[in-house]
C-alpha cells in the first residue's frame, strides 16, 4: 500500500506533492521522493526514512517544476535505501509503482540483452526501462506505455512523467487503486482520493485495467484492450475524504478490492523477492527448529486463518499444531508443552478473549507470537515477538482484507518454519515463494468474476440455509464462506467438511438448498466430486468454486460454476477467499441489507 501522487499544476508542485504524500502515510512506507520537469528535464529528489527527511532536501536542493510525480515506498526489490526509492528513471521519463511485478526476472533478462543496464534491486525499474525500450524504437509516449502495459504481470499501479513533456502524466492500474483528480487547468493522480482533497473534490476512478492520459485540459481513459472509455467524475463530500468509498456503494466493497495489493503489501515485509526466501521482520526471535508443537488461538474470521494455517504448519515444516478458539482455549486449562510456542491472531489486536488466552500462555512459559493489524495494540504489546498485517483500516465489521493478510502472513510463517526444520529445500521454498508473488495478480483475476457473482446472488438470496463445503485447506474457506453469508445476509448457513456429508448434512439436502462447494482441483478433488454427485442426486443446487480443470472433470452439471484461474494449490485459499466473500457481498446488497454494520455485531469484541 504505498503511496502515489501526481500534480500537473500551475506554480511549483513538489510542496504540494509531499502534502499530498503525508496524507498517505497511515499506508505506511520506508523511503519517499519527487520527481518534476526542470526546464523540461527531468529531476528526482529521494530520501530514506520518513517524508520530513525528503523535506530536509528539498529545502536545500529546491525543485520548481510544475509537473511532478512524488512516491512512499514499502521495500518490496532491494533494501530500503534512497538507491531503491522511487521515482525511478531513465533518461527519458520516471514511474513510481505500487505493486508487484510477477515477471520482472524474465523482462530484466531480456532488457538486458537489449542492452539496457540497471541500477537498482528493484521491479519496478524494469518498468521504466520497458516503456523506454519502446520510446527508443519511435514510439510516442501514449503509445509507449500502451504497448508496455499487456508485458506486466501482477497487480500494480503506475505513473508516469516524461522527459521533456510539460503538459503530460500517464496513469494505470491493475489490481491497486488509482484516482484522478479533476481541478481548474489542473490534474491530479492519487493511489488514494484521500491524498488529492486539498487540491480538489472531483474526482474519477480507474476501474480495473485501465490506463489514463492527463494533460491539463483534462484526462482520457482507457480500458485493458486499449479502448477508449469513459469515466466519470463525481464530487466527494468533504468529510467522506476522512474514511472513503471510493467509487464502491460499501466500505466492504471497497476493502474486498483492496485484497490484491494488501496482500501485496504484505508479501514484501516477509520475502526477499529477488532471492526467493522468506525473511521474517522479527528475525529469529522464534526457534521454529527446537518446537515440539504450536498452539495457536483466535476468533471468528481469524480462528478460519488459523485453520488453514495448521494444514500449512503440518504439511510444510512438519510441526504439530494445535487451534482453540480462544473464548474455550483457557477454560479448558490446556496443558502447554514446555519452552512452547504459542500464536494469537486477532485483526484489532484487542480481542478480549484473544488477549486472555494469551496472558494463560505467557503464564504457563509459552513464548508468545501474535498476528494483528495494528502493531500498537495490546496484544502486540504483550507478544515476544509480532507479525504484522498490513491491512491498513478496515471499516466494514465482516473481516475481508484483515483475514486474507493473516493467510499471507501464515503463508510465510510455515516457509520460515519449514526451512529452520530441515523439511524445505531451498529449490522448493523458492517455488513457494514464487506461487506467493504470483497471489496478487490472480487475485486481480479473481475480482474479474464479480458480475457473474452478482447474477447468481440473485437467487441464492431467496434460500432459507446454504451448505458450503471442502476438505483440506477448502474446508476452513467453507466455514469462512458460511460465517459471511450468516453475518451479512442472515440466511443461515453452515460449512462442513465434505467428508463429513453422509454424517448428518446429506438429510438437509433437496431442491430448494444452495450447496456451494469450494475445490480446486487439487490432490483431493476426486473425493470431492464424488461428494458433488451425492448432493446431485439428492436434487441440491450446487455452485461450485474452481478452476478449469475441476470444471472439466467435475462429473456434474452445477446450477452454477464459478471458475477461477489456475494456480498452485497449496496457497490457493487466500485467491479462492475472494469469490467466497464476494457471494455473500452480493447476496446481502440484493436483499437491501447493511452489509458495513450488520445487526448485533461490533468490529472489534473488546468484551467477553
Same mark, same amino acid.
Given at each position: 500500500m504505498c503511496g502515489i501522487v501526481g500534480i500537473l499544476g500551475k506554480e511549483a508542485v513538489a510542496t504540494q506533492v509531499v502534502e499530498a504524500l503525508r496524507r498517505l502515510e497511515y499506508r505506511g512506507y520506508d523511503s519517499a521522493g519527487v520527481a518534476t520537469l526542470e526546464a523540461g528535464q527531468l529531476t528526482r529528489r529521494r530520501a530514506e526514512g520518513k517524508l520530513k527527511n525528503l523535506e530536509i532536501r528539498l529545502s536545500t536542493e529546491p525543485l520548481e517544476g510544475l509537473i511532478g510525480i512524488g512516491h512512499t515506498r514499502w521495500a518490496t526489490h532491494g533494501k530500503p535505501n534512497e538507491t531503491n526509492a522511487h521515482p525511478h528513471a531513465t533518461g527519458k521519463l520516471a514511474v513510481v509503482h505500487n505493486g508487484i511485478i510477477e515477471n520482472f526476472r524474465e523482462l530484466r533478462a531480456e532488457l538486458q540483452a537489449d542492452g539496457y543496464v540497471f541500477d537498482t534491486e528493484t521491479d519496478t525499474e524494469i518498468v521504466a526501462h520497458l516503456v523506454t525500450r519502446e520510446l527508443d524504437r519511435g514510439k510516442t509516449p501514449v503509445e509507449a506505455v500502451?504497448?508496455?502495459?499487456?508485458?506486466?504481470?501482477?497487480?500494480?499501479?503506475?505513473?508516469?512523467?516524461?522527459?521533456?513533456?510539460?503538459?503530460?502524466?500517464?496513469?494505470a492500474r491493475k489490481g491497486s487503486p488509482l484516482a484522478v483528480g479533476v481541478g481548474d487547468g489542473e490534474m491530479?493522480?492519487?493511489?488514494?482520493?484521500?491524498?488529492?482533497?486539498?487540491?480538489?473534490?472531483?474526482?474519477?476512478?480507474?476501474?480495473?485495467?485501465?490506463?489514463?492520459?492527463?494533460?491539463?485540459?483534462?484526462?482520457?481513459?482507457?480500458?485493458?484492450?486499449?479502448?477508449?472509455?469513459?469515466?466519470?467524475?463525481?464530487?466527494?463530500?468533504?468529510?467522506?475524504?476522512?474514511?472513503?468509498k471510493g467509487n464502491h456503494r460499501h466500505f466492504m466493497a471497497k476493502e474486498i478490492y483492496e485484497q490484491p495489493e494488501v496482500v501485496g503489501h504484505t508479501l514484501t515485509q516477509y520475502l526477499d523477492m529477488a532471492a526467493?526466501?522468506?525473511?521474517?521482520?522479527? !528475525?529469529?526471535?522464534?526457534?521454529?527448529? !527446537?518446537?515440539?508443537?504450536?498452539?495457536?488461538?483466535?476468533?471468528?474470521?481469524?480462528?478460519?486463518a488459523g485453520l488453514i494455517a495448521k494444514y500449512w504448519f503440518e504439511k510444510l515444516a512438519r510441526l504439530p499444531v494445535e487451534i482453540d478458539v480462544a473464548s474455550e482455549f483457557r477454560y479448558r486449562e490446556a496443558p502447554l508443552p514446555e519452552q512452547g510456542l504459542a500464536l494469537f491472531v486477532s485483526q484489532s489486536g484487542e480481542t478480549a478473549d484473544t488477549l486472555a488466552g494469551l496472558r494463560y500462555a505467557r503464564q504457563n512459559g509459552q513464548a508468545i507470537l501474535s498476528v494483528v493489524n495494528v502493531p500498537t495494540s495490546t496484544i502486540a504489546r504483550e507478544s515476544h515477538a509480532v507479525a504484522q498485517t498490513l491491512a491498513g483500516p478496515e471499516i466494514g465489521v465482516a473481516s475481508t482484507k484483515a483475514f486474507v493478510c493473516q493467510l499471507a502472513v501464515f503463508a510465510s510463517l510455515a516457509l520460515a518454519a519449514a526451512r529452520a526444520r530441515g523439511t524445505l529445500s531451498a529449490e522448493d521454498e523458492a517455488g513457494h515463494v514464487q506461487n506467493l508473488i504470483s497471489l496478487p495478480g490472480l487475485m486481480a483475476r479473481a475480482l474479474e468474476l464479480e458480475p457473474q457473482i452478482e447474477q447468481l446472488s440473485h437467487k441464492?438470496?431467496?434460500?432459507?440455509?446454504?451448505?458450503?463445503?471442502?476438505?483440506?485447506?477448502?474446508?476452513?474457506?467453507?466455514?469462512?464462506?458460511?460465517?459471511?453469508?450468516?453475518?451479512?445476509?442472515?440466511?443461515?448457513?453452515?460449512?462442513?467438511?465434505?467428508?463429513?456429508?453422509?454424517? !448428518?448434512?446429506?438429510?438437509?439436502?433437496?431442491?430448494?438448498?444452495?450447496?456451494?462447494?469450494?475445490?480446486?482441483?487439487?490432490?483431493?478433488?476426486?473425493?470431492?466430486?464424488?461428494?458433488?454427485?451425492?448432493?446431485?442426486?439428492?436434487?441440491?443446487?450446487?455452485?461450485?468454486?474452481?478452476?478449469?480443470?475441476?470444471?472439466?472433470?467435475?462429473?456434474?452439471?452445477?446450477?452454477?460454476?464459478?471458475?477461477?484461474?489456475?494456480?498452485?494449490?497449496?496457497?490457493?485459499?487466500?485467491?479462492?477467499?475472494?469469490?467466497?466473500?464476494?457471494?455473500?457481498?452480493?447476496?446481502?446488497?440484493?436483499?437491501?441489507?447493511?452489509?458495513?454494520?450488520?445487526?448485533?455485531?461490533?468490529?472489534?469484541?473488546?468484551?467477553?
Open positions: 500502451g504497448l508496455s502495459l499487456p508485458r506486466l504481470h501482477g497487480a500494480f499501479a503506475l505513473a508516469f512523467l516524461f522527459q521533456g513533456q510539460e503538459d503530460l502524466l500517464i496513469g491530479y493522480l492519487g493511489s488514494d482520493a484521500l491524498a488529492l482533497a486539498p487540491f480538489t473534490n472531483l474526482i474519477a476512478y480507474l476501474e480495473e485495467g485501465d490506463w489514463v492520459v492527463l494533460n491539463r485540459k483534462g484526462a482520457t481513459f482507457y480500458d485493458k484492450t486499449n479502448a477508449q472509455v469513459e469515466r466519470h467524475a463525481q464530487r466527494v463530500a468533504a468529510g467522506a475524504f476522512l474514511v472513503e526467493g526466501k522468506v525473511r521474517l521482520p522479527f !528475525g529469529d526471535k522464534i526457534d521454529w527448529k !527446537g518446537l515440539s508443537r504450536l498452539t495457536i488461538g483466535a476468533c471468528g474470521t481469524s480462528y478460519y441464492l438470496s431467496r434460500a432459507k440455509d446454504v451448505l458450503y463445503l471442502g476438505r483440506g485447506t477448502s474446508f476452513p474457506l467453507a466455514l469462512e464462506g458460511a460465517l459471511k453469508l450468516k453475518e451479512i445476509s442472515y440466511i443461515h448457513a453452515e460449512g462442513y467438511p465434505a467428508g463429513e456429508l453422509k454424517h !448428518g448434512p446429506i438429510a438437509l439436502i433437496d431442491e430448494d438448498m444452495p450447496v456451494i462447494v469450494v475445490a480446486p482441483h487439487d490432490a483431493l478433488f476426486e473425493k470431492t466430486a464424488s461428494n458433488m454427485q451425492e448432493v446431485a442426486a439428492r436434487g441440491g443446487r450446487i455452485i461450485l468454486v474452481t478452476d478449469a480443470k475441476g470444471a472439466a472433470e467435475c462429473g456434474i452439471e452445477p446450477e452454477a460454476t464459478i471458475v477461477m484461474p489456475d494456480m498452485d494449490p497449496t496457497f490457493a485459499p487466500i485467491v479462492y477467499a475472494l469469490p467466497i466473500q464476494m457471494i455473500a457481498y452480493q447476496t446481502a446488497v440484493f436483499m437491501g441489507k447493511d452489509v458495513d454494520q450488520p445487526r448485533n455485531l461490533a468490529k472489534s469484541v473488546t468484551v467477553e
